[in-house]
Structure formats: structure tokens, C-alpha cells
Nanobody
């Protein structure tokens, strides 16, 4: 299984980006997927998660109302739409796969390589 995160970049505060997480493997639709981020000097933190069907989503309080996670199982891809970006959102964003719908990073078994998001003030 391989996960490929993309879509990061440099954006001004208030702007938007859409991250994509493309997965290999026919069983991708059987797993929940989460997005995490890690800023310089900080621990990796949970951002959002989506269940295998897309019917359930969960967000960190810091991004609730600004970010939206979705998935297209026909394309083996999960998206993270990020609106109203703030400098505090600057981090490397990672997607990961889990058998459990959870915010706990340790429960995720496959991780993408990360994509850099930089928000300027």
C-alpha cells in the first residue's frame, strides 16, 4: 500500500488549498483515512478523519468549520479542502490509513510522505 499526498503550496492568509491523498491498492475503500500535520518544533497533530464510506467525519477543533475532508473511493483518493487558512496552519500535512475511525496517530498503519503547506500573513 502506498499513499501519495499532494496539493500543498504557499498561500496567503485567508486563502484556500485542496490536498489530495491518492492510494494504491484495491482495498483502500475498506479503510478510514486521516490527515495529520506537523509544524516545525511541534508534535504531529490530528487534523481530520473520514470513515471508509465517507459517512462519518471528524475534525480537530482548530480546523472545524474551515476544513472539509471527503473521499472518492472510485478514484482511491481522499481530499482535504482547506479554507480560511491561517499562518498557524503552516505545517507538513500527512495522510494515513487506519482500520479504526480514530484520532490516534498510533492506530494508523500506512502514511504518505507529506506535503508542505505554508500560509503567509
Amino acid at each position: 500500500v502506498q499513499l501519495q499526498a499532494s496539493g500543498g503550496g504557499l498561500v496567503q492568509a485567508g486563502g484556500s488549498l485542496r490536498l489530495s491523498c491518492a492510494a494504491s491498492g484495491r482495498t483502500f475503500s475498506s479503510y478510514a483515512v486521516g490527515w495529520f500535520r506537523q509544524a516545525p518544533g511541534k508534535e504531529r497533530e490530528f487534523v481530520a478523519a473520514i470513515s471508509w464510506s465517507g459517512g462519518s467525519t471528524y475534525y480537530a477543533d482548530s480546523v472545524k468549520g474551515r476544513f472539509a475532508i471527503s473521499r472518492d473511493n472510485a478514484k482511491n483518493t481522499v481530499y482535504l479542502q482547506m479554507n480560511g487558512l491561517e499562518p498557524e496552519d503552516t505545517a507538513v500535512y500527512y495522510c494515513a490509513r487506519t482500520s479504526h475511525f480514530t484520532v490516534v496517530a498510533g492506530s494508523y498503519d500506512y502514511w504518505g510522505q507529506g506535503t508542505q503547506v505554508t500560509v503567509s500573513s
